[in-house]
């Protein structure tokens, strides 16, 4: 089973985030970098389908220099080999352009089961893998809690939907599946994986090695432009009710309508 699994560097959770005073962007400087949470999630389950049916897993990320670290991370963890797109060209892409990239690099080797995380946690876009799915021309399940893959190239996804029903989709492989919070629990990479990690081969091809034109990459095959990053309003402090029941309740009731007016 060829797997390929799909990863983003993100800032930390714990990161806080400060922009360019021009807005055009956030400040990198101090960011303490990590795997996107939901990324894990997918290398945890590739590495799982490894150990059960045999193959290999592929990491594939887009990124800098600097997300060489995500990767090594992803190896440590039982990946065999990645490939990073690191090449200037591809930087500044929006999702379209991320998501041609990735499936130009993906169709380059052998594929029976494309995963990534459902989202990646800094733009919340959610894009990439449907975008990624119609590009390589396969079905795709998104939000996926539990998968089962056969031998035969079948795939059984568990999904939640609106009002807590459950789905369940039968594919067919090669397929996207984009896995979200309690499908597994990501394992930590031993020492042994990381002294492993650094041995591990990480391919970083240009653009024009996955027949990508120069305009069909980063900036210039991008769809859609960042026009300008703001932060949000800082909250106003909240009112005290002092009154006691059941003014208090009236009271309450009058804020809500006329200063909060959300009733």
Not at 44 to 53: D, P, R, V
Not at 64 to 87: F, N, Q, V
Not at 200 to 209: G, I, L, T
Request: aromatic share 4%; glycine share 6%; net charge negative.
């Amino acid at each position: 089973m060829e797997i390929i699994v799909c990863i983003k560097q993100v800032p930390d959770t714990e990161t806080k985030i400060k922009l360019k005073p021009d807005g055009s962007d956030i400040e990198s400087e101090g960011i303490k970098w990590i795997i996107s949470p939901y990324d894990e999630y997918a290398i945890e389950e590739g590495i799982k389908i490894k150990e059960k049916l045999g193959g290999t897993v592929t990491i594939v990320s887009l990124g800098p220099k600097r997300a060489i670290e995500a990767i090594r991370t992803g190896l440590a963890m039982g990946a065999d080999k990645a490939i990073h797109l690191s090449d200037p060209a591809y930087l500044t892409a929006d999702t379209f352009a991320v998501a041609n990239a990735l499936a130009a690099a993906i169709k380059t080797i052998p594929h029976d089961i494309i995963l990534c995380g459902r989202q990646a946690i800094d733009d919340d876009s959610a894009q990439v893998p449907s975008m990624l799915a119609e590009l390589l021309s396969v079905g795709q399940a998104n939000f996926v809690i539990k998968l089962e893959v056969s031998q035969d190239k079948k795939a059984i996804a568990y999904r939640t939907v609106e009002g807590g029903a459950q789905e369940v989709l039968d594919i067919d492989l090669p397929a996207v599946i984009a896995v979200t919070k309690g499908i597994n629990e990501p394992r930590y990479a031993s020492l042994p994986g990381i002294m492993k990690a650094k041995q591990k081969k990480v391919d970083e091809p240009a653009p024009s090695a996955l027949n990508l034109d120069a305009n069909a990459v980063g900036e210039k095959g991008a769809k859609s432009k960042v026009v300008k990053y703001a932060l949000p309003p800082e909250r106003k402090a909240g009112k005290i009710i002092q009154s006691d029941f059941p003014q208090n309740v009236q009271d309450l009731v009058k804020l809500l309508r006329e200063e909060a007016k959300i009733i």
